[in-house]
């Protein structure tokens, strides 16, 4: 487990798509617990089906009560023109990749994460994928 303040060393709070990969990748081992060196104490989060949560263990919990295990692969990491040192929006697109609940393994899910910076701290994070999709086709319910 690696500490909080091995990531404040490790990313500038000048670097908003820095800061946004240290976070998901922090949140993908799972540890929400370091993760929270990249969030404001006000952090909203809306998680997809608009489920709304307020620290990244609630996230974390959500991805274990959904997958066995869960990585981003990311594609792009875009921080928004006309950002500024005290706000700016970044965006994070790629791909899930990791094992559904009973075993089977999956890649391709996409993903696209919306994220609120002001002063170097994550205040709001918007999730979107393609899980809910594939897990009613699996269960038959909708074709892809």
Request: charged share 25%; hydrophobic share 40%.
């Amino acid at each position: 487990m690696t500490s909080d303040a091995d990531f404040k060393r490790a990313v500038q709070p000048d670097d908003p798509a820095a800061i946004v990969e240290a976070y998901l990748t922090t949140l993908m081992i799972p540890d929400p617990v370091a993760a929270r060196a990249f969030i404001d104490a006000e952090l909203d989060i809306t998680f997809t089906g608009g489920r709304k949560m307020k620290d990244p263990a609630e996230a974390a919990a959500f991805n274990k009560s959904r997958y066995k295990w869960v990585k981003k692969k990311f594609e792009r990491t875009e921080v928004v023109t006309g950002g500024t040192a005290e706000e700016t929006v970044v965006y994070s697109i790629g791909s899930l990749y990791g094992e559904w609940l009973d075993g089977t393994p999956f890649s391709g899910n996409r993903y696209v994460d919306r994220y609120l910076l002001r002063n170097g701290k994550i205040v709001q994070m918007g999730v979107w994928n393609d899980s809910a999709e594939i897990l009613l086709s699996r269960a038959g319910i909708v074709p892809l």
